[in-house]
Structure formats: structure tokens, C-alpha cells
């Protein structure tokens, strides 16, 4: 799986919209970007994947770059429980699913 | 909304002893997990699970490691002669499809003394 690179920390104020960046340069044409995040110790929670399109649900937006080479995470407004850990995560290609996790963005979310 | 659920939610226990931690995964998926998390490190992939064989394992999971679906709802891992460095938070996942999105249980922290 391709490798990312994301920013160790980020901060955001409540209510902002808060945008997380990744880089995944090495992506192969059958690989998913995925977000996870992690509260805590708490479980990873599934946030969003996409492909090449970019996509949205109740939780984020995903907007990935038309050469895929690149990806922003978008929480339009962000809240304090927000705050977590977000991992960026490329997945396919020749495994058999699992996710291999970085050391993903710690997200702050201020008052 | 169905959701992945792990028992105990903490484990201790000496070691060199057997451990099984257990998980009931969402109800019709097809495809299970475990990950641990080492305390301030990242989480790491232990072994995945299809079909009722291991599809694919770390360097991590070694003899020392089982995965068993007994039935038709649980999925457990056995540590057989637990060490110190098993010391850890063990997650559970499980997904419909192969590439679908896990879903992760709340965890089991296993602390071996």
C-alpha cells in the first residue's frame, strides 16, 4: 500500500470548518484514500474513502486531487468532539484489505 | 446503527498465561480483524480473517497468536503464553467486503504482569 504523509498536529477553532491534508504521491490506480480517526484509546472510527471522485457524507468531505496524488479531509464545522487523532490511509492494490496506520494528525478543536 | 462490541473491555493477567479476547463483529459481515495498540504508539495490523482461514498476518502474529470463529457470531484471539510486550490495546474490526469500510470495536486493554 501507498505510503502518506500527513501533519503531526492541527489546530481549529469550534464551529470553523477544519481542513485536514494528506499526501499519498506513490498511490497506485486501484487504491482507496480512507480517513479514520481515533478519540482517545477509543476504536479507529470510519470517517469517509473515496477513489478519484470526491465525496461527502453526514460526517466530512473528501476531496482528492485530479492526479490522486493528494487529499484534504473537510469537517465543515468542527466541534470539540471533534478532537482526535485523524489517520489517512491508502488501501488496495495487493493486500487483502487491512489498514496500515501512520501517526495521523492530531486535530484540537478550541473553544 | 450495529456496532462492533469486545469483551472484557480490560484483561489482566499473569504472564506466561493463556488469554482469549473476544468480539462479536456486525452481524452479516464477512471479513474480520484484529489490530493492537501499544500504549503511545500507532495501531498495528495483526491478522485478517475470511472464509473461516487467515487471509493475511503480520510479523506480529506469531505462533503464540490463534484466531477462531467458533460460531456464527464471535471471532476470538488466543495469546497462548502471554509476554510483557503483549501488553496492549486489541481492537476488532470486521467489514461486509473485502475493501469496504472496517468498523472497530471500543477495544480490549490487555495488561500482562
Known amino acids: 500500500d501507498a505510503k502518506t504523509t500527513q501533519p503531526t498536529s492541527m489546530d481549529c477553532a469550534e464551529g470553523r470548518a477544519a481542513n485536514l491534508p494528506c499526501n499519498h504521491s506513490?498511490?497506485?490506480?486501484?487504491?482507496?484514500v480512507y480517513w479514520y480517526r481515533q478519540i482517545h484509546s477509543q476504536g479507529p472510527q470510519y470517517i469517509i474513502h473515496g477513489l478519484k471522485n470526491n465525496e461527502t457524507n453526514e460526517m466530512a468531505s473528501l476531496i482528492i486531487t485530479e492526479d490522486r496524488k493528494s487529499s484534504t479531509l473537510i469537517l465543515p464545522h468542527a466541534t470539540l468532539r471533534d478532537t482526535a487523532v485523524y489517520y489517512c490511509i491508502v488501501r488496495g492494490g495487493t493486500s487483502y484489505g487491512k489498514l496500515t496506520f501512520g501517526q495521523g494528525t492530531i486535530l484540537t478543536v478550541h473553544p | 446503527e450495529p456496532e462492533v462490541t469486545q469483551t472484557p473491555s480490560h484483561q489482566v493477567t499473569q504472564m506466561g498465561q493463556e488469554v482469549i479476547l473476544r468480539c462479536v463483529p456486525i452481524?452479516?459481515?464477512?471479513?474480520f480483524y484484529w489490530y493492537r495498540q501499544i500504549l503511545g504508539q500507532k495501531v498495528e495490523f495483526l491478522v485478517s480473517?475470511?472464509?473461516?482461514?487467515?487471509?493475511?498476518k503480520s510479523e506480529i502474529f506469531d505462533d503464540q497468536f490463534s484466531v477462531e470463529r467458533p460460531d456464527g457470531s464471535n471471532f476470538t484471539l488466543k495469546i497462548r503464553s502471554t509476554k510483557l510486550e503483549d501488553s496492549a490495546m486489541y481492537f476488532c474490526?470486521?467489514?461486509?467486503?473485502?475493501?469496504?469500510?472496517?468498523?472497530f470495536g471500543d477495544g480490549t486493554r490487555l495488561s500482562i504482569l
Open positions: 474490526a470486521s467489514s461486509l467486503g473485502q475493501f469496504q469500510p472496517q468498523h
Open positions: 480473517f475470511y472464509n473461516n482461514e487467515i487471509s493475511e
Open positions: 452481524s452479516n459481515h464477512l471479513y
Open positions: 506513490t498511490i497506485s490506480g486501484n487504491e482507496y
